[in-house]
């Protein structure tokens, strides 16, 4: 089992960032690709950003590419999520993602086998 633990959501001003962290525990070793999703109210989870854990490849939903950027510390077993140029549509819980049983990024949320227990982020107008 994988346990994955969220950080780092609040209240910001449109404009502003924001870094989401995500620390993995348990069965780290059998991570391949770690992701962000969102859901708003009202709407589907959708994917935000996704990562190999041990390999280089990154992906990025359109809505965040070019404001945002992920990247992970395997020492500490964590992945960040920062987030720039935050928008009031960018307000949704944020939700930490592990898959033991691929390496490719997908980004349908039922690809998933791991999640964390979700952050708000809220962006004001």
């Known amino acids: 089992q994988v346990q994955l633990v969220e950080s780092g959501g609040g209240l910001v001003q449109a404009g502003g960032s924001l870094r989401l962290s995500c620390a993995a525990s348990g069965r780290t070793f059998s991570i391949n690709v770690m992701a962000w999703f969102r859901q708003a109210p009202g709407k589907e989870r959708e994917f935000v950003a996704g990562i190999q854990w041990s390999g280089s490849r990154t992906d990025f939903a359109n809505s965040v590419k070019g404001r945002s950027t992920i990247y992970r510390d395997n020492a500490k077993n964590t992945v960040y999520l920062q987030m720039n140029s935050l928008k009031p549509e960018d307000t949704a819980v944020y939700s930490c993602?592990?898959?033991?049983?691929?390496?490719?990024?997908?980004?349908?949320?039922?690809?998933?086998?791991?999640w964390g227990q979700g952050t708000q982020v809220t962006v004001s107008s």
């Open positions: 993602a592990a898959a033991s049983s691929f390496y490719r990024i997908y980004t349908s949320f039922s690809s998933y086998e791991y």
